[in-house]
């Protein structure tokens, strides 16, 4: 009995370890804020830099701090000190020129604290340029030594500033959508199967793993709601992701009103193996290709694919490639338990 369901176990274990994991596993220190977010080249500016699970020293005399133009110019701090654990009082001087001849320079806040570890905010201050000698902005924005930054000890989960800690959504929204697509990909095998050996038993599984993906697409869309809600300030933007996400469901869900519209179980089955197969065909380009060509405020869009390195690191792969091991399984013994059921009331009606 063990050995013929160890894969249920194992994907009911992986879910445990993602939900704890996931769950439980601190952020990395970051920056929420900066203020002011503008200043003038040739100001003297002091910033006040809000941080996310740091820990600055009392005195805050080891932290070090720069103003980061681009790979090449930076600016230390003059003085650096903390009002609390929390929050970071920076002083900078900056020179009366920027290195090119702009009106706007944005430029990135590095911190390093031994405690709280290299924390970094991305065009944290826009500074506007009020010289006109590049020579010599470039000059005076070459002097700073950015090397031997600290390191944060543990496991930690990237801070990302938009996303804070709904970066833990990754383990669920985005793995049910992988899940959902595993599941799509068997309905379509046993509709195959099906059109080819008029078994009625693979027209039942490619229904139970439909019905399936159908509810993890449903419950992928719902945390991407929420996710959207915190990130972009509403459940549902009319995105092109979330429309065409929608549309694929949809076209889905239609799979069962036309089952249900013939009485004959033999042609049910023909015209829904035929029709599933059409709908994965659609599945791909709405939800992997079109959002991709278009402009999108989802991850991936424009023809950069998500998931690189600016999504997820190293130790988020170790909770999100087992989440999407642990909900495909979930998926593929909740389909089979739903293919039982069609069995068995489909022996029950024929007695």
Not at 184 to 195: N, P, Q
Not at 287 to 309: E, K, Q, T
């Amino acid at each position: 009995m063990i050995r013929r369901h160890w894969w249920k176990a194992l994907g009911v274990i992986i879910l445990i370890y993602v939900f704890i994991a996931g769950m439980l596993v601190p952020l990395k220190p970051g920056i929420q804020q900066v203020s002011p977010r503008s200043a003038d080249s040739g100001e003297r500016i002091n910033l006040e830099v809000t941080g996310y699970n740091t820990d600055y020293p009392t005195d805050g005399n080891n932290i070090r701090a720069w103003l980061k133009l681009d790979s090449i110019y930076s600016l230390s701090a003059k003085a650096t000190q903390s009002a609390s654990r929390k929050v970071l009082n920076i002083e900078f001087e900056l020179p009366a020129d920027l290195p090119q001849a702009v009106e706007v320079m944005p430029a990135s806040l590095i911190v390093d604290d031994p405690k709280s570890g290299a924390h970094v905010l991305p065009d944290a201050v826009f500074i506007r340029n009020t010289g006109s000698d590049p020579a010599a902005g470039k000059a005076a924005w070459s002097k700073a030594n950015i090397s031997d930054l600290y390191a944060k000890s543990g496991i930690h989960f990237p801070f990302r500033n938009i996303l804070k800690e709904t970066i833990r959504n990754t383990y669920f929204h985005v793995s049910l959508w992988f899940a959902m697509f595993f599941l799509f990909i068997a309905s379509v095998v046993y509709s195959i199967r099906y059109l080819r050996k008029q078994d009625p038993l693979d027209d039942m599984k490619a229904v139970s793993f439909t019905r399936i993906g159908i509810l993890f697409g449903i419950l992928g869309l719902a945390t991407g709601a929420v996710w959207a809600r915190f990130t972009w300030g509403a459940f549902w933007s009319w995105d092109v992701k979330q429309n065409m996400t929608a549309i694929a469901l949809l076209i889905y869900l239609a799979y069962f009103v036309l089952r249900n519209s013939f009485e004959d179980e033999e042609r049910q089955a023909r015209l829904g193996a035929t029709y599933n197969i059409f709908a994965f065909a659609l599945l791909i380009p709405l939800v992997y290709i079109i959002p991709r060509m278009a402009d999108s405020l989802h991850p991936g869009a424009g023809g950069n694919p998500a998931m690189g390195g600016e999504d997820l690191d190293s130790t988020m792969r170790m909770v999100f490639y087992p989440a999407i091991i642990g909900w495909t399984l979930i998926g593929f013994w909740l389909a089979n338990l739903s293919a039982r059921l069609l069995i068995i009331r489909e022996k029950y009606l024929s007695e």
